[in-house]
């Protein structure tokens, strides 16, 4: 005997949380906001109550690699689709290898109306990617085309001060930040790394135990 089927609107839902349980974070705004700054906690929380996508509003997250960037964004991210609203996730460097062979197949459109769909596009580590020509075209259609149409969530490892260095062409940074600004919620996380703090912690520990050990043993 056959399972029955589940829903349609369930399996995309599943296939969506599992896209997000890849990133191997704590999921939940609860986790997220611990260890944020308040202002930055009560920003979050408003974030995932999910009004900026109706709203069709992006959230722009700056910061210092580890800050916590792209745990925040899978924690908002999550709340939506546990709300049943339509979420994708991608990194920047695989997001453009997509967008170049959909170019180079002659199918860039097909490619840019199915990443329209959703109503939130999350694109991880934008700073991380040295943009060719070529590849900075293709980010720089996609956000066109979704402008006012759907949310980006984007993640960057620089400051808002430098924001113009998340392309390499100055004119077309300044249509991409102009786009992606307007109508958005900005989110600096202007804290030390998460990981090297959890590291330096665990060395804490480790350089304690023989000590501990040896006072025991006496």
């Not at 786009?179 to 480790?206: F, G, P, T, Y």
Request: proline share 5%; net charge positive; hydrophobic share 40%.
């Amino acid at each position: 005997m056959r399972p029955a089927a589940r829903p349609r609107g369930q399996r995309r839902k599943l296939r969506r949380t599992g896209r997000l349980a890849i990133q191997h974070l704590p999921r939940g705004m609860a986790s997220c906001r611990r260890g944020l700054p308040s202002g930055t906690a009560c920003i979050a929380s408003a974030l995932g109550d999910g009004g900026f996508l109706g709203r069709r509003e992006n959230v722009l997250v700056f910061g210092n690699p580890g800050s916590g960037k792209t745990h925040l964004v899978c924690a908002i991210a999550d709340e939506q689709v546990r709300k049943g609203r339509s979420v994708l996730f991608t990194t920047c460097s695989l997001l453009v290898k997509h967008l170049l062979a959909a170019k180079r197949d002659l199918s860039l459109p097909g490619a840019l109306k199915k990443l329209a769909r959703p109503e939130a596009l999350a694109i991880d580590d934008s700073g991380y990617v040295q943009h060719s020509r070529d590849e900075m075209e293709v980010l720089f259609t996609l956000l066109a085309d979704r402008y006012g149409r759907g949310s980006v969530l984007l993640t960057t490892n620089l400051p808002f001060s430098q924001r113009e260095r998340i392309f390499k062409d100055p004119t077309v940074t300044a249509a991409a930040i102009d786009r992606l600004a307007h109508h958005s919620v900005i989110v600096e996380l202007n804290m030390e790394s998460c990981r090297m703090a959890a590291a330096q912690k665990a060395r804490k520990a480790d350089s304690g135990t023989p000590s501990a050990t040896k006072e025991a043993d006496a």
